[in-house]
């Protein structure tokens, strides 16, 4: 799937089973491979532990997206974060 990444700044954010994750405020991208490898509910911080913290919490592996139209739906799975994770 190819799309311009300024297109999803502010995306909302679901599971395929309608939960409601967040909106997209960064990436982080593979530049070799120009591929996404994750998208973050907030902005990335500065801090090494708040990075950690962030990809932990806040990001959602970019291979777990099933559909980019008027929102972004997720796959729900053991790669999502605890944090955003349905229970």
């Known amino acids: 799937m190819a799309t311009k990444l300024s ?9 395929d089973t309608g939960k409601f994750l967040g909106n997209v405020q960064d990436f982080i991208l ?3 491979t120009g591929e996404v ?3 973050l509910t907030e902005p ?3 801090g090494r532990e708040e990075i950690k ?3 932990r919490e806040k990001s959602i592996m970019y291979k777990n997206v099933k559909s980019v139209e008027d929102v972004i739906v997720v796959m729900k799975g ?3 974060p605890s944090a955003i994770q349905e229970e």
């Open 78 to 80: 053991p790669t999502a």
């Open 7 to 15: 297109r999803l700044y502010g995306m909302e954010i679901f599971t």
């Open 30 to 32: 593979d530049f070799e």
């Open 44 to 46: 990335m911080p500065g």
């Open 37 to 39: 490898l994750r998208i």
């Open 53 to 55: 913290k962030a990809l």
